[in-house]
Structures are given as structure tokens and as C-alpha cells.
């Protein structure tokens, strides 16, 4: 069981917590030039990573190889019409899938860590390294969403993971 990395989880959530909640209906509904997210849709991008994460995390810690699909991103959010959720709907969502996710984390053997995860057609990585790309995933679009000065980066971007 690695507590760290449930941990990490578990901070990046709460630390976005309140400063989501003080994000008007208008505010995260409101549509950037250029096609990109709203608010809404970016969150809701993060349910989508939590969902396809969980499974691989869950696979990943159970099989002895486990090799998954990525995702189209653009897709998903579209069909899961995030931009007519209401706002605090979707910060609930994220928050308790999120907990759940923590919850899987610290249940994983320490040993399944290091399990080879391969993600479409990406390198392959470990479980460990998936689920520390999770959460800076989550930080980067969180840094995004709240307009932070600076963004997180994290390695998957450049994986496709």
C-alpha cells in the first residue's frame, strides 16, 4: 500500500476545493475563444481522467501486464454535455470520484507499483508513474481552471498517456 501517493491525491483535491466553489454558474460556463473548454467542460475533462485512470489503476494493480486504450478527450466531453451541468453538480463529482480514486491507491501492494502499464500506443510506463502523472494531470488542468500564474507540467503530455 502506498500512502504517498493517495496522499498527493487527496491534497491536490482539497487544496482546489474552495477555490472551485468560488467560481460563479457564469464564470464556468463561459466559452473561451478558439473552441477551448469552459471551466465546466475542463473539470469535467477531469471526471473523464478519473474514469479512464481508475480502470487502468485498478487493472494495473491486478494483472500481471496490463496494456489499455487511450482516450478521445474531446469526445467524451462533448457526449457527457459537461457545459449544461451545473457547476457545483460537477465539483461534487470530481471531489468523491477523486476520493474513491485515493481510497483504490492506498489499497494497491506495494509491489504492483511497478507493474508495466502500456496506454495505447505510448511507451511503456509504471503503475507508479501513471498515478503520479494523474495527479500533476489534475494540477496542471486545475491550474488552468483557476487561472493560476503557473501551470504545472507533468510527463504523460508528452507520452500521450
Not at 44 to 62: Q, W
Request: net charge negative.
Amino acid at each position: 500500500m502506498h500512502i504517498d501517493l493517495a496522499v498527493a491525491l487527496e491534497e491536490a483535491v482539497q487544496a482546489a476545493i474552495g477555490p472551485l466553489n468560488k467560481i460563479t454558474e457564469a464564470e464556468a460556463g463561459e466559452k473561451p475563444a478558439g473552441g477551448q473548454w469552459s471551466k465546466k467542460e475542463e473539470l469535467g475533462h477531469l471526471i473523464d481522467s478519473a474514469a479512464n485512470n481508475h480502470v487502468r489503476f485498478v487493472r494495473a494493480a491486478l494483472e500481471p501486464d496490463f496494456r489499455g486504450p487511450g482516450y478521445a478527450q474531446d469526445d467524451w466531453v462533448r457526449l457527457h454535455g459537461y457545459q449544461e451541468v451545473p457547476w457545483l453538480e460537477l465539483i461534487d463529482f470530481w471531489q468523491r470520484y477523486n476520493a474513491l480514486l485515493a481510497r483504490v491507491v492506498r489499497r494497491i501492494p506495494e509491489d504492483r507499483l511497478a507493474a508495466l502499464c502500456v496506454i495505447s500506443d505510448s511507451p511503456r510506463v509504471t503503475l507508479r508513474f501513471l498515478i503520479e502523472d494523474y495527479v500533476l494531470h489534475m494540477r496542471h488542468h486545475l491550474d488552468h481552471i483557476l487561472e493560476r500564474e503557473t501551470i504545472t507540467q507533468y510527463p504523460g503530455a508528452a507520452l500521450g498517456v
